[in-house]
């Protein structure tokens, strides 16, 4: 069964930086489109960004356009997310899986990402 791992989340000063990182074990990487989302407190799971298999970044909403970077690792299953200039609003759970969610079927926990002073 597919299993998605997150982890690298942290608290962080507004203004720092952090790598997500999600390895996925269970099945196939290839040819998956991958993608972050999060889902802060209150609030509805959101994607925040996409990349294809071949490595490019084709879908992230406005406010973390500049700021964060999604990179991808074919040979290891892995996904990244570099997160630069970190705001309070980008206070959530962040968690990875294909896009659209529902093609490898499961959530991972999710790493915990907390910008704050």
């Known amino acids: 069964q597919v299993q998605l791992v997150e982890s690298g989340g942290g608290l962080v000063q507004p203004g720092g930086s952090l790598r997500l990182s999600c390895v996925v074990s269970?099945?196939?990487?290839?040819?998956?489109?991958m993608a972050w989302y999060r889902q802060a407190p209150g609030k509805q799971r959101e994607r925040v960004i996409t990349?294809?298999?071949?490595?490019?970044?084709?879908y992230y909403i406005d406010s973390v356009k500049g700021r964060f970077t999604i990179s991808r690792d074919n040979a290891r299953n892995t996904v990244y997310l570099q997160m630069n200039s970190l705001k309070p609003e980008d206070t959530a759970v962040y968690y990875c899986?294909?896009?659209?969610?529902?093609?490898?079927?499961?959530w991972g926990q999710g790493t915990q990402v907390t910008v704050s002073s």
């Open positions: 269970g099945r196939s990487f290839t040819f998956i489109t």
């Open positions: 990349i294809t298999w071949g490595g490019t970044a084709t």
């Open positions: 899986n294909s896009d659209p969610w529902n093609y490898l079927g499961a």
